[in-house]
């Protein structure tokens, strides 16, 4: 079975109601493929969750950018799966590289969170990559496969699981992996998957790229056999998102 494009929208720490429903309008207002076609997931902060679901079109949905390791209690500041899901929101993405590297979440504890919140009924948008110096270090796949494994260990379903691999370095650097070093490391974990996890799960689990990805570079990475559809961060706040969501349609040639 074809792996079906997705794209989502990380608009991070940004935004004022005002330019919220500008950008809401902008995306209901878009010509994009079907959703037959491709997956859209746009992920504004939390305050603007149920805004944004009010308003969005049927067609494409919402994700928090992340929640709370187990059952809502005693834990200031923090969000819990369950919340989410009372909202009505039926996506989160955790392990972003932000919070891996600014709050210091661990692979395990990003292992932990993506497998509650698959226990209350999110999906998750599971996050990793590594560093500008592992990179130069040639420890890549060892620190991607790390990071994977510690979500492999905690999760027995991948259906809900969309894997997003991020480069560090090409976040919000205007520096962008190549086609060709996306899909060799795209490629790598999926075999990692098949050997790790199982055929089945690495043909079916989708593995999208993130990392400076926008109107112009996002055709010649969405034509890679392994990159399955994008994270996008900067570019999911200007009209261009337009674009990068109808490059699923390289998919079908």
Request: charged content about 20%.
């Amino acid at each position: 079975m074809a792996r079906k494009f997705f794209v989502g929208g990380n608009w991070k720490c940004n935004g004022t109601t005002e330019e919220v429903k500008k950008i809401v309008t902008t995306l209901n207002e878009a010509e994009v493929p079907s959703e037959d076609a491709v997956e859209v997931v746009v992920s504004p902060p939390f305050v603007f969750l149920t805004l944004v679901k009010s308003l969005l079109r049927s067609d494409f949905h919402v994700a928090a950018q992340n929640c709370w390791v187990r059952k809502g209690g005693a834990f200031t500041g923090e969000i819990s799966a369950g919340m989410l899901v009372n909202l009505g929101i039926p996506w989160v993405i955790i392990g972003h590289s932000e919070r891996r590297a600014l709050l210091n979440e661990s692979n395990e504890f990003v292992g932990d969170k993506v497998m509650y919140a698959l226990s209350q009924g999110l999906k998750v948008i599971a996050c990793i990559g590594e560093t500008l110096e592992q990179r130069e270090s040639g420890s890549t796949m060892a620190v991607v496969a790390a990071q994977t494994k510690a979500i492999a260990d905690k999760v027995t379903s991948w259906g809900n699981v969309v894997l997003a691999y991020e480069p560090v370095w090409a976040i919000g650097t205007g520096k962008v992996a190549t086609p060709a070093q996306a899909q060799e490391v795209h490629c790598e974990l999926r075999k990692w998957l098949h050997e790790n996890v199982g055929a089945e799960i690495a043909t079916s689990t989708r593995i999208i790229y993130g990392g400076s990805v926008n109107g112009a570079n996002c055709k010649e990475l969405a034509a890679q056999p392994d990159v399955d559809g994008f994270l996008v961060g900067g570019a999911s706040l200007k009209p261009e998102f337009v674009d990068i969501i109808k490059s699923a349609t390289v998919k079908k040639n």
